[in-house]
């Protein structure tokens, strides 16, 4: 992995590694949900080479070869890449760095990316790397959740915080929470990256995510996240407590017989090389 000691990488890769185990049972609910329309939109069919890249547990691998494709799944986490090989020991799994791919130019039909941009310190460097590895007409396919505006959960968090934390706690710097939200910022990044912005699609798609518990949501991300969970670690024992109270109060909302269901919503961006 070459990060170049970037502060943020290794908070990430720390992050990560803490976690991994964690993935699977907790996030998975949700994100998986994303992965059939992005691996769709992306027109992913059997015969292709796809590269998965922060690639996690192996999903969106896992979703290719059902399709007959072909795939190889990237993650810089080694707990991350050690869980992908044992859920998918038929499939090709190895430890590298999104913004420093160790394959050849052209090597690839698709490349797909769900929700890892965010995780990276260069997102705009990931995707030139995408576009390097891809062939000549080749789609990359990426998701992003959707601002609070459009987004029930991020919107629940997003509130907490602004209301209740300290923010001012030396976390290092990461790209925007809600990276590429607006489609012609988004078309502007992945033109200077090497595709055809005219390609573009981008578009929002919502899943409801059944949470078994009111609290659910805010000790995921205390305990089984990354970003918010180094927030949360930070904080006095008061403003966590409120942080808590504030999510599990807007949470309620979302009852619906036993269990709260609550919208989640993502950009899901496709566009082709040059």
Not at 142 to 151: D, I, M, Q
Not at 174 to 185: D, F, I, N, S
């Amino acid at each position: 992995m070459k990060s170049g000691g970037d502060d943020f990488t290794t908070f990430e890769h720390a992050g990560w590694q803490r976690v991994a185990e964690k993935y699977d049972s907790v996030w998975s609910s949700l994100t998986q949900q994303f992965i059939p329309h992005l691996v769709s939109a992306a027109q992913v069919s059997p015969g292709m080479s796809v590269l998965d890249v922060a690639c996690g547990p192996g999903y969106v691998s896992a979703l290719a070869k059902e399709l007959g494709a072909v795939p190889t799944g990237i993650d810089f986490s080694q707990n991350m890449v050690a869980i992908a090989k044992e859920m998918s020991s038929d499939i090709s799994f190895l430890q590298g760095d999104a913004q420093d791919l160790p394959f050849g130019d052209g090597s690839f039909d698709r490349v797909l990316i769900n929700f890892g941009l965010l995780h990276v310190a260069r997102p705009e460097k990931a995707c030139a790397e995408a576009c390097r590895v891809l062939k000549s007409g080749g789609r990359l396919g990426f998701t992003v959740w959707a601002g609070p505006e459009k987004n029930a959960g991020a919107r629940i968090v997003n509130d907490a915080i602004e209301a209740h934390a300290d923010l001012d706690i030396g976390l290092p710097e990461g790209p925007p929470h809600y990276l590429y939200g607006e489609r012609e910022e988004c078309r502007k990044v992945l033109e200077c990256a090497g595709f055809d912005g005219n390609s573009m699609s981008y578009q929002t798609h919502a899943v409801e995510w059944q949470l078994a518990t009111a609290a659910y949501f805010f000790e995921a991300e205390r305990d089984a996240g990354v970003r918010t969970a180094g927030l949360l670690a930070r904080q006095s024992p008061e403003n966590l407590e409120a942080i808590r109270i504030a999510i599990e109060n807007e949470i309620q909302r979302y009852a619906r017989g036993n269990e709260f269901i609550l919208p989640m919503a993502a950009h899901i961006v496709v566009v082709v090389k040059s």
